[in-house]
């Protein structure tokens, strides 16, 4: 079993910047590919961005690409997602997950609670 708590979220005008933070107990994340996905009010859960367990390897939905950041730090037991120039349109709650890479909600088996993000015009 993996338990997984997001920090970091928070209100930030449009065009700032904020770190999420996800931080594991019980199993070493070392095991899993990460992901972070997001769910704003009334639509469906949405990814985001994935790593795969070494970090050597990422990938974005394209509407984040150049502005968000995903790494792990695995001695830590921590993944972060570097968010910068947030938009309005980013504002959700921001969920970690632990699993298989890739973009699909069913490739995770751990979720964490998740952090609201909201993002002021």
């Known amino acids: 079993q993996v338990q997984l708590v997001e920090s970091g979220g928070g209100l930030v005008q449009a065009g700032g910047s904020l770190r999420l933070s996800c931080a594991a107990s019980?199993?070493?994340?070392?095991?899993?590919?990460m992901g972070w996905f997001r769910q704003a009010p009334g639509k469906e859960r949405e990814f985001v961005a994935t790593?795969?367990?070494?970090?050597?390897?990422?990938d974005y939905v394209d509407s984040v690409k150049g502005r968000f950041t995903i790494s792990r730090d695995n001695a830590k037991n921590t993944v972060y997602l570097q968010m910068n120039s947030l938009k309005p349109e980013d504002t959700a709650v921001y969920y970690c997950?632990?699993?298989?890479?890739?973009?699909?909600?069913?490739?995770?088996?751990?979720w964490g609670q998740g952090t609201q993000v909201t993002v002021s015009s």
């Open positions: 997950a632990a699993g298989r890479y890739g973009p699909s909600v069913t490739n995770y088996d751990y």
């Open positions: 790593i795969s367990w070494i970090g050597h390897t990422t």
């Open positions: 019980g199993r070493t994340l070392s095991m899993y590919a």
